[in-house]
């Protein structure tokens, strides 16, 4: 068996994900983030369009359960623009969600991720390939825990790969901790996200040492006090021995963040992160944390 990558068409092999931005939002509503929701089936289209235009092969949308992934969407979308679409389930932080909507899937959350991975989600046929949770600001809340046990509860019964999202980039030890340690999840099946975000070179290169997956994403403009450290970030990790370890992506949140919107969007990350990486990196190892690592991230050997 060769472990593939359950795109929402098909299960790919991993050399056919190309070009990869491991971790964008094609689809996102939260409470959160009123007005800004990216809710826009032909805007997400040519938001996808785009970043196909500029040489991208792939994308692995990280939106979880409840947030308004659109996902019968998906298969036309990743269809008409050529570009391979994952997409997620798992639980965010309580915060993005109504208290009823969290009373309706107590007690058979794991239950909800395993069949979105391998049944479907809704009743649109599409299977998640990843299970997305989220930690909390340097601490884990008992929503986190919660979410993280029935992750890795998943995780055991399908292979699936774990990506969080720590929040403003803190708790990295904290979730290997609880994924790895306790919960007995192979730390190469943990995807920490959004480290650019705290930039302690220490404990990224702890997270790193590990076994997990480093996953830098953006820019945004929420997080621009930071942003502009992935590159140093990334290079002292890959001069460290990391480099097969490292995912890169856009991460667009809100709809004011897309190309087709005047922002950055999906299309930057080849635009402009790429060659920048290649300037301190040099264009193999580049090419390979766009390509062979989101390869390995996401291939599972499905049940
Ligand atoms: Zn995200």
């Not at 794991?110 to 990843?130: C, K, M, N, P, Q």
């Not at 990196?281 to 291939?299: C, K, M, Y």
């Amino acid at each position: 068996m060769v472990a593939r990558v359950r795109t929402v068409l098909a299960d790919v092999h991993p050399d056919d994900l190309g070009v990869c931005d491991a971790h964008d939002h094609l689809f996102l509503r939260s409470p959160k983030l009123p007005g800004r929701e990216l809710d826009d089936v032909p805007a997400a289209r040519s938001e996808l369009a785009a970043f196909r235009a500029t040489g991208g092969a792939s994308l692995v949308q990280w939106t979880p359960y409840g947030m308004g992934r659109r996902t019968a969407e998906l298969p036309a979308l990743s269809s008409a623009t050529g570009v391979h679409v994952v997409c997620a389930t798992g639980l965010h932080q309580a915060a993005h969600y109504e208290p009823e909507f969290l009373d309706a899937v107590r007690g058979r959350l794991a239950h909800v991720f395993v069949s979105e991975l391998t049944t479907g989600i809704g009743g649109s046929g599409v299977r998640a390939g990843l299970i997305k949770v989220a930690g909390g600001f340097h601490a884990l809340d008992a929503h986190a825990r919660w979410t993280m046990a029935a992750a890795a509860e998943a995780h055991h019964e399908t292979g699936a790969p774990i990506a969080v999202h720590l929040e403003h980039g803190t708790g990295a030890l904290d979730v290997i901790d609880l994924l790895c340690d306790e919960l007995g999840v192979p730390p190469h099946r943990v995807i920490l996200g959004h480290l650019n975000r705290s930039p302690d070179g220490v404990v990224q290169r702890q997270a790193a040492e590990a076994g997990c997956y480093l996953a830098f994403d953006g820019p945004s403009l929420a997080h621009h006090a930071t942003d502009w450290r992935m590159p140093d970030a990334v290079k002292a990790l890959a001069d460290a021995g990391f480099g097969h370890r490292l995912l890169l992506g856009g991460d667009t949140v809100v709809s004011g963040a897309r190309s087709v919107d005047g922002g950055p969007g999906m299309p930057y990350l080849l635009r402009r992160v790429r060659p920048r990486l290649v300037a301190a990196l040099g264009a193999e190892l580049v090419g390979h944390i766009l390509t062979r690592n989101p390869g390995r991230a996401f291939a599972v050997d499905w049940p």
